[in-house]
């Protein structure tokens, strides 16, 4: 290991062993440097690194030795330092420290020099320029504040236009803001009576609790008027956002006003000052007291803001009310679109529940003609069947008593041919009567559950009719206008 200075001549070192041979080989490895730096605190110096100079150790490894037909190795070794050694290394600084040091202390004394030199001759020319300069102020601070309160009432003036013209604004967006308020509390009636409509056709009864267009157009109806309110309240609530605003630039308007008009006040009071006025006297030190925070340009910028402030929320205030009015026009006429088409569908869902109440009181009236003529077929029915049953027994007593006939007499004669084919004829007939006896009691039990479908149909068609015609249309006789929902002044 080997110790070097801080100069990039010097180095402190040990004596090195020699390796044995005069000349290294050519071929020997290269040596290999790692910068680094260990610190030792003496007894007493903990904090060293704050002012020693920049000292590196440069740490090599071992060099290879080599001699002709044999190989010998070395290691160098430093010389054994004591720590008081080591410091006084540390204490060391560069010729480069030293001329910068030199260079420092010229460049300070020449500075000083010359900044004494221009504080002299300012100094002269000063004590010259005293008297005029002072008039010269005096004049020019006279003609300053003159310019000054001119262009205060100049600012006054626009401040004041501006201030007005944002109180108007301010009027009319808040009267709009309250026919949007209104004409959305106000679309609750019309709501209500399309909830009403749904409820009440709720109540039909059997297939006429149907989904047709009627309900299609009442739901279209209550998502309409509940979007017109929550367009409504939206616009309403940004409105109020925008008169919050415009009462800001309002009062930034009034604060700017006051502070104009208290400024021109001590203005002329000090353009009014002479050199022999009574109130005037010694402020010491008020010279020194720089309590401004503003400048010409910042100043009149200020104001300026102020009046473009506020005219930028005029210009929006204007834009939400022209919002506003688009927004009544377009919702008046999908609200008053929708209305009518709620009341076609109502219109033409009765018609069609009035032609089908008519068809099924016609079929009515025909089965219960056609039940009064089944009655009357199963009587005759009843009547013909009782009327075969003498020809019956007249027949079969004829046959019994020709079975009594003796011996050879018991013969297939064309009288016992004749009665026995009349007895099977009028058996035959009687079972034919009795057949269509039970079919026409059949169609006659269809035809009373017939009139009871007919007449529960035209029960429900009722009903239907009394909900949609009487109920519904009668709460949708007028659409309410639109001076009533607020959205007409």
Request: net charge neutral; aromatic share 6%; hydrophobic share 35%.
């Amino acid at each position: 290991m080997e110790f070097l200075g801080t100069t990039q001549t010097a180095s402190y070192c040990g004596p090195k062993k020699a390796c044995g041979i005069s000349v290294l080989p050519p071929v020997a490895p290269a040596r290999v440097i790692q910068e680094c730096y260990q610190p030792y605190y003496l007894p007493g110096y903990r904090y060293l690194n704050s002012w020693r100079p920049s000292l590196l150790y440069k740490v090599s490894n071992t060099q290879t030795c080599l001699n002709e037909g044999a190989t010998c190795r070395s290691t160098l070794r430093p010389p054994t330092i004591l720590p008081a050694d080591r410091s006084a290394l540390f204490c060391r600084y560069s010729p480069h420290d030293w001329d910068q040091s030199n260079r420092l202390q010229i460049r300070a004394a020449e500075a000083s020099r010359l900044w004494a030199s221009r504080l002299m001759g300012d100094s002269m020319r000063l004590m010259q320029d005293k008297d005029q300069l002072t008039r010269q102020m005096q004049e020019g601070t006279g003609r300053n504040l003159g310019q000054r309160l001119s262009d205060i009432g100049l600012w006054k003036s626009e401040l004041s236009y501006e201030l007005e013209r944002l109180l108007n604004e301010n009027h009319s967006l808040d009267a709009v803001k309250r026919r949007l308020e209104g004409a959305a509390e106000e679309l609750n009636c019309p709501l209500q009576a399309a909830l009403e409509c749904l409820y009440q056709r709720e109540k039909r009864i059997g297939i006429d609790l149907v989904h047709d267009n009627v309900e299609k157009n009442l739901i279209r109806e209550v998502d309409l008027l509940k979007c017109c309110q929550e367009q409504m309240r939206k616009l309403a609530q940004r409105i109020d956002i925008q008169m919050r605003d415009n009462r800001d630039a309002q009062h930034a308007l009034e604060r700017d006003l006051e502070d104009k008009n208290s400024a021109e006040f001590i203005d002329e009071k000090c353009l009014n000052l002479r050199n022999t006025s009574d109130c005037i006297s010694f402020f010491h030190g008020v010279e020194k007291i720089d309590g401004t925070i503003s400048v010409p340009e910042t100043w009149a910028k200020f104001s300026n803001d102020n009046i473009r402030h506020s005219q930028n929320m005029r210009a929006n205030s204007i834009q939400l009310r022209e919002e506003a009015q688009n927004l009544f026009d377009v919702l008046l006429d999908q609200m008053w679109k929708q209305f009518t088409n709620t009341n076609l569908a109502f219109n033409a869902r009765i018609a069609e529940v009035t032609d089908v109440k008519n068809k099924l009181q016609v079929q009515l009236a025909k089965t219960l003609q056609e039940i009064f003529q089944t009655e009357n077929t199963i009587m005759l029915l009843e009547r013909s069947i009782l009327a075969k049953e003498s020809p019956l027994k007249v027949a079969q007593t004829r046959l019994e008593c020709r079975t009594r006939r003796p011996s050879v007499e018991l013969c297939r004669d064309m009288p016992q041919f004749k009665l026995v084919n009349e007895v099977f004829t009028i058996d035959d007939t009687l079972q034919t009567l009795k057949l269509r006896l039970r079919e026409t009691q059949d169609t006659l039990q269809l035809l009373f559950m017939t009139k009871c479908q007919l007449e529960h149909e035209l029960a429900v068609k009722a009903n239907t009719l009394r909900i949609d015609k009487e109920k519904c249309m009668g709460m949708r006789k007028t659409f309410p206008s639109a001076r009533c929902l607020g959205i007409c002044p």
